[in-house]
Structure formats: C-alpha cells, structure tokens
C-alpha cells in the first residue's frame, strides 16, 4: 500500500461540479492498493500517516503529528500509484489491486485513520469515481510511504 501525502492548507474534492468533501489545515492522502495488501497493511499505514510528523511546532521544525497539529485529513484512492512505466510511455497497472479489493483496504484503511483522528476530521473522496482534487500544498510538503512487509 502507497500513501502520498501532501500537507495542505485547504484542500477539496468534487465529483463533475458537485462538491463531495473539503478540509482546512491537514493533509491530502493519496492512496494507492496493490495486489499484494492485507489488512493488516491498511492498519500499518493509517498509523503511520496519523503520526507522520509533518506539521511545524512553535520552533518551526517538523515536529508535529496531524493529530498534535489538530489537523484533519482527505483521503483519495489512486490506482496510479503503482503505475509501471518501465517497459515505454504507457504505464501498465498490473500491480495495483482489483477494484473490489481495493475499495475494501481502501475502507479499512479511512476506518483506521478514523479511530486515529476522529471520525469528524477524516473526509473521503469517492471511490472509482472520476474526481477534481483542488489543494493548496503548504510548504510544500509531500511525502511518499509503504507498507511494505506488514502482511497479514
């Protein structure tokens, strides 16, 4: 499982011109599944995203979690995080989860975060769906992390 996190000052997501959620101060999780993910995967990396130490202290330094910072977080499933552009110019997914199983770690990952933030202050994308993600990255900070090794 592949997070790219971006902490934003603003961030939102619409489906065609409707507005489906929005956060203030936080971070934006991009979220990739692969074949290969558990649960288990899912549970390692909202935590690890909810103690990412991102956010600057009083000092400056990158010292704060999301939930030190009292921020709040999108998340957005992206497939195209396991994009393979190794063999040309067309990225191949083939690595990436099929949509049933990736929208169920995808589920299980947000429950995670959930339980680590809150529920009030964890807002999603939609799954599948073709979306506009608008965000204002602060900093700019963006991080990639996995999960790798965290099976079952």
Excluded: W
């Amino acid at each position: 499982m592949r997070a790219l996190i971006q902490r934003v000052s603003r961030a939102s997501v619409s489906v065609g011109s409707i507005l489906h959620n929005e956060i203030e101060h936080g971070m934006v999780v991009f979220l990739g599944v692969s074949a290969a993910d558990t649960p288990a995967a899912a549970a390692h990396l909202a935590q690890k995203c909810a103690d990412l130490r991102i956010f600057e202290d009083q000092g400056g330094k990158m010292n704060l979690s999301i939930k030190e910072a009292g921020g709040s977080a999108l998340v957005v499933s992206q497939f195209t995080l396991y994009a393979d552009s190794s063999r040309g110019n067309r990225p191949s997914f083939t690595e990436a989860a099929r949509p049933e199983m990736a929208e169920e770690l995808y589920g299980k990952f947000v429950g995670h975060l959930q339980k680590e933030l809150g529920d009030p202050k964890v807002r999603t994308g939609v799954f599948r769906a073709r979306m506009d993600v608008q965000l204002t990255n602060s900093g700019p900070v963006t991080v990639m992390i996995e999960s790798k090794g965290h099976a079952s």
